[in-house]
T-cell receptor, first 116, second 112 residues
Framework: SAVISQKPSRDICQRGTSLTIQCQVD?????MFWYRQQPGQSLTLIAT?????????ESGFVIDKFPISRPNLTFSTLTVSNMSPEDSSIYLC?????????????FGSGTQLSVL | KQEVTQIPAALSVPEGENLVLNCSFT??????LQWFRQDPGKGLTSLLL?????REQTSGRLNASLDKSSGRSTLYIAASQPGDSATYLC???????????FGDGTTLTVKP
């Protein structure tokens, strides 16, 4: 299976600040996915990050609020900008597949964000 | 737009009982369906992946079935244990691009 290291695991931030979440994968992958899980809800896809091109955002999510970097095939960052309490959620990165050709989705351990 | 529903939202059973979790989806043109486990405050762990051409997958005490034409999947857990207590999520992908639609999950509690 793919091993994904995500950090920070949790943070408490002040309104108006920004937080950058990092995701490192143990193998090269074409696409990485960023999800949000609001309290008591299921996962919602924020964007798909491809290496060498701009991320593709889902409806309701914009680059100014959630800028994404994908400098190489094993690493990506998601920034939550100008945070408000409504941004308090778990943020998860995900990849599809591993070295064995398994098509499963693999997830990082998540970043639990609280905005005061 | 694909919608995924999981029933029940919560389930509490005594240890040793067999149980079934349900997942339904509105668009049968899926690429695959995956079941996950999520422990509180943690990420997701993949349990079983069923391709659209398959009817079921098994891993240990877990068995997942897929009926694409009716838009349903079930996760069967045999001889439940307290360690099985978690939220179980199903996710449907309509392409091989990895974008998935998730259900809201079933929170399972197995009482000793």
């Amino acid at each position: 299976s793919a091993v994904i290291s995500q950090k920070p695991s949790r943070d408490i931030c002040q309104r108006g600040t920004s937080l950058t979440i990092q995701c490192q994968v143990d193998s090269q992958v074409t696409m990485m996915f960023w999800y949000r899980q609001q309290p008591g809800q299921s996962l919602t896809l924020i964007a798909t990050a491809n290496q060498g091109s701009e991320a593709t955002y889902e409806s309701g999510f914009v680059i100014d609020k959630f800028p994404i970097s994908r400098p190489n095939l094993t690493f990506s960052t998601l920034t939550v900008s100008n945070m408000s309490p409504e941004d308090s959620s778990i943020y998860l990165c995900s990849v599809e597949g591993d070295r064995d050709g398994n098509e499963k989705l693999f997830f990082g351990s998540g970043t639990q964000l609280s905005v005061l | 737009k694909q919608e995924v529903t999981q029933i029940p939202a919560a389930l509490s059973v005594p240890e040793g009982e067999n149980l079934v979790l349900n997942c339904s989806f509105t668009d049968s043109a899926i690429y695959n369906l995956q079941w996950f486990r999520q422990d509180p405050g943690k990420g997701l762990t993949s349990l079983l992946l069923i391709q659209s051409s398959q009817r079921e997958q098994t891993s240990g005490r877990l068995n997942a079935s897929l009926d694409k034409s009716s838009g349903r999947s079930t996760l069967y857990i045999a001889a439940s244990q307290p360690g099985d207590s978690a939220t179980y999520l199903c996710a449907v992908s309509d392409t091989n691009a990895g974008k998935s639609t998730f259900g809201d999950g079933t929170t399972l509690t197995v009482k000793p």
